[in-house]
Nanobody, 119 residues
Framework: QVQLVESGGGLVQAGSSLRLSCVAS????????MGWYRRAPGKQRQLVAR???????NYADSVKGRFTISRDNAKNTVYLQMNSLKPEDTAVYYC?????????????WGHGTQVTVSS
Protein backbone atom coordinates (compact mmCIF):
# COMPACT_ATOMS: atom_id res chain seq x y z
CA GLN A 1 0.00 0.00 0.00
CA VAL A 2 1.45 3.32 -1.07
CA GLN A 3 1.40 6.15 1.43
CA LEU A 4 2.55 9.74 1.17
CA VAL A 5 2.59 11.49 4.53
CA GLU A 6 3.16 15.23 4.72
CA SER A 7 4.26 17.16 7.76
CA GLY A 8 5.66 20.55 8.71
CA GLY A 9 2.73 22.86 8.09
CA GLY A 10 1.61 25.46 10.57
CA LEU A 11 0.66 29.04 11.28
CA VAL A 12 3.41 31.60 10.69
CA GLN A 13 3.78 35.32 10.11
CA ALA A 14 4.57 36.83 6.74
CA GLY A 15 8.29 36.74 6.03
CA SER A 16 8.81 33.54 7.98
CA SER A 17 10.01 30.16 6.77
CA LEU A 18 8.67 26.62 6.93
CA ARG A 19 9.96 23.30 5.70
CA LEU A 20 7.49 20.69 4.59
CA SER A 21 8.38 17.02 4.43
CA CYS A 22 6.72 14.13 2.65
CA VAL A 23 7.69 10.57 3.44
CA ALA A 24 6.76 7.96 0.86
CA SER A 25 6.31 4.26 1.49
CA UNK A 26 5.15 1.30 -0.54
CA UNK A 27 6.74 2.42 -3.80
CA UNK A 28 10.16 2.49 -5.45
CA UNK A 29 10.90 6.11 -4.63
CA UNK A 30 13.57 6.55 -7.25
CA UNK A 31 11.08 5.69 -10.01
CA UNK A 32 8.89 8.67 -9.20
CA UNK A 33 8.83 12.35 -9.93
CA MET A 34 7.75 14.00 -6.71
CA GLY A 35 5.73 17.16 -6.55
CA TRP A 36 4.24 19.65 -4.16
CA TYR A 37 0.86 21.15 -4.96
CA ARG A 38 -1.37 23.52 -3.05
CA ARG A 39 -5.02 24.43 -2.86
CA ALA A 40 -5.95 27.81 -1.48
CA PRO A 41 -9.48 28.49 -0.22
CA GLY A 42 -11.85 28.90 -3.15
CA LYS A 43 -9.18 28.11 -5.72
CA GLN A 44 -8.10 25.16 -7.79
CA ARG A 45 -5.16 23.03 -6.83
CA GLN A 46 -1.97 24.27 -8.45
CA LEU A 47 1.53 22.95 -8.93
CA VAL A 48 4.12 24.49 -6.62
CA ALA A 49 7.24 22.52 -7.53
CA ARG A 50 8.34 19.15 -8.94
CA UNK A 51 11.59 17.25 -8.81
CA UNK A 52 12.88 14.25 -10.71
CA UNK A 53 14.82 11.41 -9.19
CA UNK A 54 17.98 12.98 -10.52
CA UNK A 55 17.23 16.30 -8.87
CA UNK A 56 15.95 18.39 -11.75
CA UNK A 57 13.34 20.79 -10.43
CA ASN A 58 10.80 23.22 -11.74
CA TYR A 59 8.69 25.78 -9.94
CA ALA A 60 5.57 27.84 -10.28
CA ASP A 61 6.42 31.43 -11.12
CA SER A 62 4.79 32.60 -7.90
CA VAL A 63 7.31 30.75 -5.72
CA LYS A 64 10.52 30.99 -7.74
CA GLY A 65 13.34 32.36 -5.65
CA ARG A 66 11.48 31.74 -2.39
CA PHE A 67 10.77 27.99 -2.35
CA THR A 68 13.19 25.12 -2.86
CA ILE A 69 12.23 21.52 -3.49
CA SER A 70 14.67 18.73 -2.68
CA ARG A 71 14.62 15.02 -2.12
CA ASP A 72 16.56 12.40 -0.23
CA ASN A 73 16.19 9.16 -2.15
CA ALA A 74 17.79 7.18 0.67
CA LYS A 75 15.07 8.38 3.05
CA ASN A 76 12.18 8.25 0.57
CA THR A 77 11.51 11.86 1.45
CA VAL A 78 10.82 15.03 -0.50
CA TYR A 79 11.08 18.47 1.08
CA LEU A 80 9.78 21.92 0.34
CA GLN A 81 11.72 24.75 1.93
CA MET A 82 9.53 27.84 1.95
CA ASN A 83 11.12 31.19 2.69
CA SER A 84 9.75 34.73 2.69
CA LEU A 85 6.25 33.41 3.08
CA LYS A 86 3.36 35.62 2.03
CA PRO A 87 -0.31 35.55 3.04
CA GLU A 88 -1.12 34.38 -0.49
CA ASP A 89 0.88 31.22 0.20
CA THR A 90 -1.85 30.15 2.61
CA ALA A 91 -3.17 26.80 1.39
CA VAL A 92 -3.28 23.09 1.99
CA TYR A 93 -0.07 21.66 0.58
CA TYR A 94 -0.13 18.20 -0.96
CA CYS A 95 2.64 15.83 -1.91
CA UNK A 96 2.23 13.77 -5.09
CA UNK A 97 4.12 11.03 -6.91
CA UNK A 98 4.18 10.42 -10.67
CA UNK A 99 5.97 7.46 -12.25
CA UNK A 100 8.83 8.57 -14.49
CA UNK A 101 7.16 6.88 -17.51
CA UNK A 102 4.19 9.24 -17.12
CA UNK A 103 5.70 12.17 -15.24
CA UNK A 104 2.72 14.47 -15.57
CA UNK A 105 0.17 11.95 -14.31
CA UNK A 106 0.20 11.76 -10.55
CA UNK A 107 -0.44 8.25 -9.29
CA UNK A 108 -0.50 8.97 -5.60
CA TRP A 109 -1.40 11.85 -3.31
CA GLY A 110 -0.93 12.63 0.33
CA HIS A 111 -3.66 13.99 2.56
CA GLY A 112 -2.14 17.44 2.81
CA THR A 113 -0.76 19.76 5.44
CA GLN A 114 -2.15 23.21 6.20
CA VAL A 115 0.05 26.27 5.83
CA THR A 116 -1.37 29.55 7.08
CA VAL A 117 0.55 32.80 6.71
CA SER A 118 -0.72 35.79 8.64
CA SER A 119 -0.03 39.37 7.58
Amino acid sequence: QVQLVESGGGLVQAGSSLRLSCVASGLTFGDYVMGWYRRAPGKQRQLVARITSGGSANYADSVKGRFTISRDNAKNTVYLQMNSLKPEDTAVYYCAAAHFRAPFLNDYWGHGTQVTVSS
